[in-house]
């Protein structure tokens, strides 16, 4: 059970007259039921990525804080994360997927009462982007080579044939595939080609980030 709580000390100030003890101030008369100073709001998140649900609410401690989703109460595990520090009240989720898409709602309550907010969580297919320096290079291949030996490095690591990478060589274009994208394949990717008389390369920077992914993707070699 996702459930938070801070604590006062109540405090009671009494005096006693002639053996009658006189009740004066409580803290429990003047307990501030909560209150929602600010509220959930439509999120947006990233497969594979993480969402933070956040709101701020005011009122007398102890406050107790429950987290729902779609009307079902959301337990303590590795994928959420609830605290309640200085009166904001955190949902964090990760490893983000299309079933965590729901409304959320955060209920605090203390002594004087109950209150509730809710708030949309999207969750979105990771999407391409990829800068491509004006004017695209080409590798001029000597006449006397069919084949011009390329090499493909992702931040100085070499890319090899196999699994999710595909390289070619068609017209004096380089070109990688990556056949499927994720987070971990944000970086520069440097081509090179080389030969008896020297070498040269080209570099270009991926990022994915955000909606709708495409099976493949073919990065041309790109001036540095």
Same mark, same amino acid.
Request: glycine share 6%; hydrophobic share 35%.
């Given at each position: ?28 008369? &003047? ?84 209150? &509730? ?7 979105? &297919? ?67 080609? &080389? ?30």
């Amino acid at each position: 059970m996702c459930i938070l709580e801070f604590k006062m000390a109540e405090l009671h100030l009494t005096v006693n007259i002639a053996s009658h003890s006189f009740f004066l101030l409580s803290m429990l008369d &003047q307990i501030i039921p909560p209150s929602f100073t600010r509220k959930l709001k439509k999120t947006e998140g990233i497969k594979g990525s993480f969402a933070h649900l956040e709101c701020l609410v005011s009122g007398s401690l102890p406050i107790t804080i429950q987290w729902y989703k779609d009307e079902k109460e959301i337990q303590t595990d590795e994928k959420h994360k609830c605290t309640f520090f200085e009166n904001v009240a955190f949902l964090e989720i990760s490893n983000l997927n299309s079933k965590d898409s729901g409304n959320y709602t955060c209920i605090a309550k203390n002594k004087a009462g109950t209150v &509730q907010c809710s708030g949309i969580l999207f969750i979105s &297919q990771a999407y391409i982007y990829f800068s491509l320096p004006e004017p695209p290079c080409l590798i001029e291949k000597p006449e006397s080579m069919n084949v011009l030996p390329v090499t493909w490095y992702k931040h100085d690591t070499k890319v090899t044939d196999g699994g999710n990478y595909r390289t070619s060589f068609v017209d004096s274009v380089a070109v990688l595939e990556l056949h499927s994208t994720s987070f971990d394949d944000d970086g520069v990717y440097t081509c090179e080609a &080389q030969n008896d008389a020297g070498s040269v390369s080209c570099s270009t920077t991926l990022t994915v980030k955000g909606h709708g992914t495409p099976n493949i993707l073919a990065l041309k070699n790109l001036p540095s």
